[in-house]
């Protein structure tokens, strides 16, 4: 196949992984034709990045050494870590058991009157049944309220 066939079909993106490995080894070389020039760094930069890619590939596979001498926990580091957690826990139950008590208070059926906190149920619905008449009308004062002068008889 033609190398200007072979590069139509590349920037198409239909070439195999032989052929790109070809134009990257014909650009290499130094027997490059004059009007295909221009096309040089960019495969040159290819094959830079592949061989790149390739090497770093080599390096992940080879695992890396552990060190041999690292130390492994004795008892007492392990007695240490044991106690310092069975005693955050503890402290952690004793903390939401002094606090259970008060968040569970219940504070409900009480009212703000006049700014003072108020929660005697009687004294309560009482204010509100007094509140309740001062807002009511009668048909009177609705019919003088709603009558505008001059427009209704």
Do not use: W
């Amino acid at each position: 196949m033609k190398t200007e066939e072979l590069l139509e079909k590349y920037f198409d993106g239909q070439t195999t992984c032989e052929e790109e490995r070809a134009l990257r080894r014909f650009f290499a070389s130094n027997r490059v034709p004059e009007h295909l020039e221009v096309y040089r760094p960019l495969f040159i930069c290819i094959d830079r990045e592949a061989e790149t890619f390739r090497q770093t590939q080599k390096e992940e596979i080879v695992p890396a050494k552990q060190p041999e001498t690292a130390p492994k926990p004795t008892r007492l580091y392990r007695l240490y870590y044991l106690t310092t957690g069975i005693a955050a826990a503890l402290l952690l139950c004793i903390g939401i058991a002094v606090l259970l008590p008060h968040a569970t208070t219940d504070h409900t059926g009480y009212a703000i009157i006049d700014g003072h906190y108020c929660d005697d149920p009687q004294l309560v619905q009482a204010k509100a049944l007094e509140a309740l008449r001062n807002v009511g009308f009668t048909d009177k004062e609705l019919k003088e309220t709603i009558t505008l002068p001059n427009i209704l008889p």
